[in-house]
């Protein structure tokens, strides 16, 4: 699942910002499993949404210029037949 990878790459890219140890955006890729013109492209379509990254070249580390929450969650689990109702998709 795709998305789901995304959704939890992204959850790692945002813990490894939070606390500025991304590395290097060679190191930064190598840790998020992605290409380095990857990285890029991912940073780029987060500072496109408005999300708040800058690269210090001097810690050699990416970081949010200003106070950002960031909270992307995904559940699963079974529902009974009462909790159902109200759902707009996810039943058979």
Same mark, same amino acid.
């Given at each position: 699942m795709k998305f789901i990878?995304?959704?939890?790459?992204i959850n790692r890219l945002h813990e490894?910002?939070?606390h500025r140890?991304?590395?290097?955006?060679? @190191?930064?890729a /190598?840790? =998020?499993?992605?290409?380095?013109?990857?990285v890029f492209k991912v940073m780029e379509e987060l500072k496109n949404k408005g999300v708040p990254i @800058?690269?210090? /070249?001097? =810690?050699k580390t990416y970081y949010y210029s200003r106070k950002?929450?960031?909270n992307i969650n995904i559940d699963f689990?079974?529902?009974?037949e009462d909790e159902i109702e109200g759902f707009g998709g996810g039943s058979i």
């Open positions: 990878d995304h959704i939890e790459r490894l910002i939070k140890r991304t590395g290097t955006p060679v @190191e930064l /190598r840790r =998020l499993d992605l290409s380095q013109s990857m @800058e690269y210090s /070249r001097q =810690l950002y929450l960031m689990r079974i529902v009974n």
